[in-house]
Structures are given as C-alpha cells and as structure tokens.
C-alpha cells in the first residue's frame, strides 16, 4: 500500500411489503404500495427525534451513498415535474439539496469522482487521477484499481484482481472502520471495478461488481477468496438472465433498445454493454443490493455501517446518446422509480428513520456536439487516434524529422501520455519533454495545457481554473500533459464524453436525506468533497486523511438540549 500523500491544500419502518407491479417506459417491475411508504416519511420527520448520532452507539444504523455515473446536476430540475413520491423527490422534499455544487477539478473520470466523493479529496490528495494511466515499468495503460498482488473471485482465477492499493488517502468507511474498531460494516457495489473497489476503501469488508461479459457478481482476493454463499446462490439462480431479451420501451411504446444479444458481435455482446445501456442493469443492481443488505445484516449491529451503491447505467447509454435525447431522459424517470423501490426497502429492513441517504454523480457529460452544433454553438467530434498521429507527426517534424518517432504513447483526450523513453534518448528532460507535447496540442486546437511538471512544483495562476488543475495532479502513472479543450469538443467519433473542466462536466448533484438535514434546496457554493466531510461530522468520527471539502452546517438541524438541561 502507498503511504499516505501530505495534501498540499489549505422512519422507522415503512409497513408491509405487499408488491404490485407497475408499468413504466413499457417496463413491469416491481413497486412497494405507496401509501404505506409516504406515511413512513412523514413519520421519520414528525416523530421526536432520537439519541444524538454517534457511529460508536450505531446511530443511524446505516448510511447508504447513492452515486449515479454521470449523472448532471440540472437534471433534477429539469425533470422535476415528472418524477413520483419516495425516489429523487425524497431529497427535494424531504431532504437537503445543494444545488450548485460542482467538482473544483478538470479530471472528471470515474475513477477520479467516486475516489473524490468518499475521500473528501481531489486528485491532488487521493491519487486517483484517471480511469487508467501509462505505467512505464509494464509498458502500458494499467487500471485505477488493477492490483498484480490479488486474483478475481468468482470468475476464473489466473484473472488480476483488484484492490484500493493505488489511493494515496483512506476514505470515509476507513474512518468509521477505525473509529468502531472494525464493528461498522461497509460494502461498495457497482457493474463497475473502479467504482465498486475505490469507495469501499482499505478496510471494505467487500466490493463487488459484474463480470463484463456473463454479467456474474465478482470480486477480488483483497477481501475474499470465495464468494459469500448468499452472492453464489445469486450467480446460480440466474438472476441476471431476467434482464436479457427484453425491450425497453418509452412512454409511448416507442423501443428505445433491446437486451437480444442475437447477432451482436464483440464487446457488444457483453451482458455490460447489452444489458448496461438500459434501465434493466439499475434493477439488476439493485437486486443485487437487497440481497447485500438482507444477508449481510447492515443495519442490525451496534456500529453505524456504510454501503455505497455506484449506478453506471446513465454512464453506458450516455456515452453513445447525449444527455438531451430520449433515452437520457426515460433514464432519469426510470431511476426515480427504481431508487423509490430501494428507499423502500430500506424502510422495510432498517426503517428509514435509521438510516441516513447522500446522493450525488462522479461526474456530468458534455451535449452531444451535434445537438450543440445545432443551436449554432462551436462543437466537434474528435477521433484521439487521428489527433495522437498528428501530434506525433507534428512532434517528429520538429525534433527528429529524419527519424520520425513515437513521442505521445497514448491519447485519452485532453490527457496525453508522454514516451519518457524516446525524450530521454534524445536526452531531453520531463519538463522540456512535456512543454514540448503541450505546444503540439495547441497547434491541433486545444486552449492550452498543463504539465506534470508544473503541477508536481504548483506552478499554476491563481485563478478557478488554476486551481482546478491543481487539483487534478497526481504523482501516480509516467510522464504527462493534461491539455485545456474547447468547450464542447468531445474526444470521442461518436456519442459524447466528460473530462473537462466545464461546468457540463463539473456540475452534479449532492444531497442527503436524514434526520440531521433540514429540508430545502441551498444554493450555496458546495462540492463533492463536503459530502464525507459533512457525514464525518454527523458521525463524531475523524474526517479522511486528505480531505479539504466542509461540513454543510447550513443545511444541518441544530442539536437539541441534553436531557435534563433547563436551558
């Protein structure tokens, strides 16, 4: 494991659990009776409150992190008026939302916002700076969460596991772990590694998430060796054959895509891209989910415990759509219904009176160029293969046009990775080496660009946007640039991305629901990092080694009179 890295910055329950089913975007699943659930809510906010919070005494009894994959901020306003009781609308009514809050850093990835959101901190403190990053003693990308030292559980074993090893700070479940003295229980789930492995923390008692192609539940020696029986019995029963050959339909009976892998050829046979792009891979979760909770008894102990539940639904399907096409917005009103299932359930199990609930996304996504293109906005489509060639092509002219020479390794835009062995050949140094790929992308239209090397020294303008690639450096990984893209130029061919300091990127949602939030919309600045800080607090334990963000005091109900104070 790293040593850690000195940061360099100043409702009881709701009733019976009678089902019916409802139908929505031409889905049937299955919805908890509302009425019981609605009388639930108003009974965890009318109710005396209960003893002050404290994770040592299991008060609440669990706290559950919802964290969406790309999930805007505006998109709770925007479809506000369609959303149902008990899901989204549990936090806009009955909870505290923080409605402009936005990530105060440029590398909006996976990896880096989940690390972000349970650390408390940004790149510059947890390490995690990209999905995958240039390794330059293995001569290749390795994952955020790619750890040679474990092996895959669930799946064949001469897989490479998984661990937290790469995080350079312990996150929220570390502490409340530390604080109990290993009595609290804290689990990440996602169909992604990444967001499952870097939220849990060192001290996760496990992460889970699926097998890409069969769509199995998996995880990694770093917590187990075998699957627990209750996830095996999960694999056996086939529980995600359910969602395959199904249409997903909208409101009009329109089918937005179908789970039908005949035909399909590639990755895109995999259950993660068949399956993921639907709504069907957030029930399938959330399935998931219930047997965690049920099995492994959160909320039943004597220490608070902490599950955070990573959705990476919106993320497959918004890469290829946009956020403004239909699928994104039959998404959305799909989710609300899904969540209000699960907000249930945790009535039914713990009793939402117990329970504490954060919500909030890694990150956003840019609109589709084409939809931007439309309304006269400058937008493109990038193809970073093409760009990489002309880099290297600009790169070779100028240094060694004779011996034309790989000089950029890998182009996952705005982000290049340098070939530290081709400039070191020709005895050229990092910073000159990095100065040199930076001046290259601007001669292919990037803004600008930020070294490895001015970062590492902090030589970066005291401006926002300075600060926000500050933020985002990391010692972790090769040689360097992080270049400044146009607004609106997405490095995919298709679809759209995230990895940009705008605020499309930036902006996401952070809310909580519980007992100690008083209801309303703030709009005070907040971001990501107040998220662990703020339950920190609540908890009386010690926040993240790392962490800068704030606790959200404005949004927190003043602590009542000790017993027998007059006062």
């Known amino acids: ?42 009974l965890s906010l009318f109710l005396p409150r209960p003893a002050p919070a404290s994770a040592y005494n299991g008060r609440p ?21 369609e959303f149902g009781e008990g899901g989204f609308r549990l936090f806009l009514d009955h909870g505290a939302n923080f409605a402009n809050c936005n990530y105060n850093y440029a590398n909006t990835r996976t990896a880096p916002g989940h690390a972000t959101l349970l ?10 700076m990209s999905n995958e990053w240039w390794d330059p003693q293995k001569k290749r990308r390795v994952s955020s969460v790619e750890d040679d030292a474990t092996q895959l559980v669930g799946i064949g074993k001469d897989k490479t ?27 990440g789930i996602s169909l992604k590694d990444r967001a499952s492995v870097l939220p849990a923390g060192f001290a996760g008692d496990g992460a889970y998430w699926i097998d890409p192609k069969s769509g199995a539940w998996i995880t990694s020696t770093y917590y187990r060796h075998d699957l627990p029986k209750w996830a095996q019995e999960f694999n056996d029963n086939q529980r995600r054959g359910k969602y395959l050959n199904r249409e997903w339909k909208d409101s009009h009976g329109t089918v937005l895509r179908t789970t039908n892998p005949d035909g399909l050829k590639g990755r895109d046979s ?32 004597s220490a608070t415990d902490l599950l955070v539940v990573s959705l990476s639904a919106n993320d497959i399907v918004g890469h290829k759509v946009g956020p403004d096409s239909p699928e994104m917005h039959a998404m959305a009103l799909a989710l609300d219904r899904q969540l209000a299932g ?25 609109p589709a160029p084409p939809a931007a293109a439309r309304l006269h906005i400058p937008a493109a489509n990038l193809e970073p293969a093409g760009l990489r060639a002309q880099l290297n092509k600009i790169l070779s002219d100028q240094l060694s046009p004779a011996h034309p020479a790989e000089y950029v390794r890998s182009f996952d835009y705005p982000l290049v990775w340098v070939n530290e062995d081709v400039f070191t050949a020709a005895a050229v140094k990092e910073a000159d080496a990095e100065r040199e790929v930076g001046e290259a992308l601007k001669q292919i239209g990037l803004r600008g660009y930020y070294t490895r090397s ?77 998220l662990a800080v703020t339950l920190a607090s609540l908890l009386g334990i010690n926040a993240p080694t790392h962490a800068i963000g704030r606790v959200l005091t404005e949004a927190l109900a003043p602590a009542g009179p000790k017993q027998g104070d007059s006062r």
């Not at 100043?10 to 889905?27: F, K, P, W």
């Not at 650390?119 to 995690?128: A, F, V």
Request: with cysteine.
């Open 161 to 187: 596991g998984t661990s937290p090893h790469n995080l350079l700070s312990d996150t929220l479940g570390d502490e409340l772990k530390l604080a109990t003295q290993g009595r609290s229980r804290v689990f």
């Open 119 to 128: 650390t408390g901190s940004y790149s510059d403190g947890h390490g995690i």
């Open 270 to 301: 995999d259950y993660y891209e068949i399956v993921g792009a639907t709504p069907f891979a957030n029930d399938y979760e959330f399935d998931f989910a219930r047997e965690l909770v049920t099995n492994e008894k959160l909320g039943d102990g």
């Open 454 to 530: 001015q970062l590492a020294r902090n030589e970066v303008p005291n401006t926002e946007i300075g600060l926000k690639y500050a933020h985002s450096y990391s010692p972790l990984g090769g040689w360097y640039v992080l270049g400044i893209p146009q607004p609106f130029f997405v490095g995919e061919k298709t679809g759209t991305d995230h990895a940009s300091a705008y605020t499309y990127d930036t902006h996401v949602p952070l809310a909580f629901y519980g007992v100690p939030f008083l209801p309303g919309t703030y709009r005070t600045r907040s971001e990501p990092v107040d």
């Open 342 to 366: 699960f907000f249930d359930f945790l009535g039914q199990q713990v009793g939402l009176a117990n329970v504490w609930i954060a919500l909030s996304a890694d990150h956003g996504v840019s």
């Open 1 to 42: 494991m790293n040593p850690f890295r000195k940061c360099r910055c100043s409702c009881e329950s709701l009733g019976s659990a009678a089902i019916d089913e409802v139908d929505y975007d031409g889905m049937k699943l299955p919805r908890p009776v509302r009425p019981l659930a609605v009388l639930g809510i108003l």
């Open 61 to 81: 009894k669990l706290v559950v992190v919802v964290v969406i994959d790309q999930f805007r901020g505006d998109y709770l306003e925007r479809y506000r008026d």
